[in-house]
């Protein structure tokens, strides 16, 4: 593990004098830390919260300015401090892993920012919601206004004004990007070229097509008449005046000096300082120590594995010919593709519909909040994956979305959609997500704090759950199922190999394909997602591994006493952990049920 400089003082500082008490003892002090902390997360995410249904900053867009930026790493440094002092004594259990965990999420921000990733705020995808409620980047800015809920004057006002705002929010932006061309931190041409397609089909648009005018295309009768014409008037004028103008200048910074800048090269470990990044990133992502080169090996055994039950596959359905016969059949063939979008999306909600019923085989609590089934937004479909989920708002008003890619439908496959939606909607992200968010006992944080290695961990290990749902009707079905599985294993191969192992995007590619039925169009885009998001790719199969392991030691521990209802409970219950307190929880679990 490489060490971190300048957070392992801050570290000893806080956990070697943790005791645990007997009895759950809250500590009011660090209640009061933690809820301060959260409040100052949200004035200083105005999106984010938005995005969970706060309204109280709807007006403003995120401060990125480096004053801004500094202002917050002065924040996380003091934060530290202040709960190295509050927890001095003895903790509940309940509080010991809070601050462990809150601990943890400052000191990477702490390390993110010596790194120098705040100088990295755009690429063709960065940001694009996945799976949480991120905000979804400069470029895509205006999806906001189709997310979050409109219902009274007030909402509409403080879109307006957020639409007034928007060039300041563009020229931080540029601010950052300049510093990253100083430090040599620009992302590889490959996938900057994406990006002035992307803005000049914004800059070009009437105002009223563009997503920042979707709000007042469905403005409710509540609103006097007299402003439900005004505003869309002042709306399409900021659009025309001001975000539009904004994209502008964006679009010519990159063209003009950004692309200029980028790198032929993939990988960031070609960047000053791009091992220790790459590292970090890994780190993050895994919530392990794993290394680059056991990440790929990992990748490697895991690709044989998969291939192997793929093999036994083709041999029980009588495929003739090679694994890379069936490969180019299933990726070719008409009869496994849509013709349309409706198809697509129609299937996609009839599968949902299917699967809800079935849950309670398998969950014991199941959330309160909804979940609709749309296509991908067409501004971002061509870049966007194959579909993502978007949360739903705290306060019940919006449910959550299973966006499903339903751009150029005869490159979809049929046979993804089982895994697809078993990972992106239920029981994948929107059980983990909305189950989190309803345990009101959790602190605040705790109830929307997101690792990847347990989210995607846990869509991933939702995918395997298809037999037990009832849901493989076919061949087809059992090899999409295992081509999902090995596309997140053939991502712990080639994100490694580009980032560290000085691989080309050709052969990432090409190893891609080798490896997997996914069309040429999805393989490239997902590769072209690794470089631009260095190591999340890695979180998948690293945290469904560790779920299957701690599934397996329950039920060999357990015995007839193994209730898969129960060990899901004890897995979702308590939010989104690293995955060595996702195992301690686990243990305890069983060390409980052991006794029953």
């Known amino acids: 593990m490489m060490a971190r400089p300048g957070l392992v003082s801050l570290v000893l500082l806080v956990f070697p004098v943790m005791a645990a008490s007997p009895g759950p003892h809250p500590s009011p002090a660090l209640a009061t830390l933690l809820a301060e902390d959260w409040q100052h997360h949200l004035s200083r995410s105005p999106t984010y919260a938005s995005i969970l249904g706060d309204r109280r900053w709807n007006d403003r867009w995120d401060d990125l300015s480096l004053a801004g930026i500094e202002a917050d790493h002065q924040h996380d440094l003091a934060f530290l401090e202040k709960l190295s002092r509050v927890t001095k004594g003895k903790l509940s259990e309940a509080d010991r892993l809070n601050a462990e965990l809150i601990a943890r999420e400052h000191q990477e921000r702490v390390e993110a920012h010596a790194l120098g990733l705040q100088f990295l705020p755009l ?3 960065r940001g694009l919601p996945e799976n949480t409620g991120e905000f979804p980047g400069v470029q895509n800015a205006g999806q906001l206004g189709k997310q979050l809920r409109f219902a009274t004057i007030e909402d509409y006002r403080d879109w307006v004004a957020r639409l007034d705002g928007f060039p300041a929010y563009v020229d931080q932006t540029l601010a950052l990007l300049q510093e990253g061309v100083r430090r040599k931190m620009v992302w590889p041409r490959v996938v900057l070229e994406r990006v002035p397609p992307q803005l000049e089909a914004l800059i070009t648009a009437a105002p009223a097509t563009t997503p920042f005018y979707a709000p007042f295309t469905r403005m409710p009768d509540a609103i006097p008449e007299a402003e439900r014409k005004a505003l869309p008037q002042t709306a399409e004028r900021l659009i025309r005046d001001r975000v539009q103008p904004a994209y502008r200048r964006l679009r010519d910074f990159v063209v003009g000096t950004y692309l200029p800048a980028a790198p032929a090269e993939i990988g960031v470990g070609r960047w000053p300082d791009g091992e220790r990044l790459y590292a970090f990133c890994a780190r993050h992502n895994t919530t392990t120590d794993l290394t680059a080169d056991q990440a790929h090996q990992l990748g490697l055994s895991e690709v044989a594995r998969i291939r192997a039950e793929m093999e036994a596959v083709k041999t029980r359905a009588g495929w003739k010919g090679s694994l890379a016969d069936v490969f180019q059949q299933l990726r070719t063939d008409p009869r496994y593709f849509y013709r349309t979008g409706d198809e697509l999306i129609l299937h996609s909600r009839d599968l949902a519909k299917r699967i809800d019923p079935q849950l309670v085989r398998l969950f014991g609590t199941l959330p309160r909040l909804p979940y609709g089934v749309e296509p991908t937004p067409a501004a971002m479909a061509p870049d966007a994956t194959t ?61 929307h704090r997101y690792d990847v290695a347990f989210g995607e961990g846990w869509a991933l290990y939702s995918e395997s759950l298809a037999d037990e749902l009832g849901l493989v009707d076919d061949p087809a079905d059992k090899m999409g199922q295992l081509a999902y599985e090995m596309w997140r294993a053939v991502r712990l191969v080639v994100d490694t190999g580009m980032h560290v192992k000085g691989w080309t995007r050709q052969r990432a590619i ?47 521990a357990l015995g007839p006493r193994f209730d898969v209802r129960a060990f899901h409970d004890a897995v979702l219950l308590r939010g ?21």
């Not at 690293?542 to 060999?556: D, M, N, S, W, Y």
């Not at 301690?584 to 409980?592: F, K, L, M, P, S």
């Open 123 to 125: 690429n063709h995808m």
């Open 387 to 447: 579909g993502f989920y978007y949360p739903g708002a705290e306060d019940g008003s919006r449910a959550g979305t299973y966006w499903v890619n339903t751009y150029k439908p005869e490159t979809r496959p049929r046979w993804e959609i089982v895994p697809l939606t078993l990972h992106e909607a239920v029981p994948g992200h929107h059980l983990q997500v909305s189950l989190a968010a309803e345990q009101q006992d959790l602190p605040t944080f705790r109830r």
């Open 510 to 556: 090409q190893y891609f394909l080798e490896n997997s039925p996914r069309t040429e169009l999805d393989v490239t885009n997902e590769v072209d997602r690794y470089i631009a998001h260095p190591g999340q790719a890695l979180g998948y199969k690293v945290g469904q591994l560790k779920i299957r392991e701690l599934r397996t030691r329950a039920e060999k």
């Open 576 to 596: 989104s952990l690293p995955l060595d307190m996702l195992e301690r929880r686990v243990d305890a679990w069983i060390a409980t049920q052991k006794t029953r």
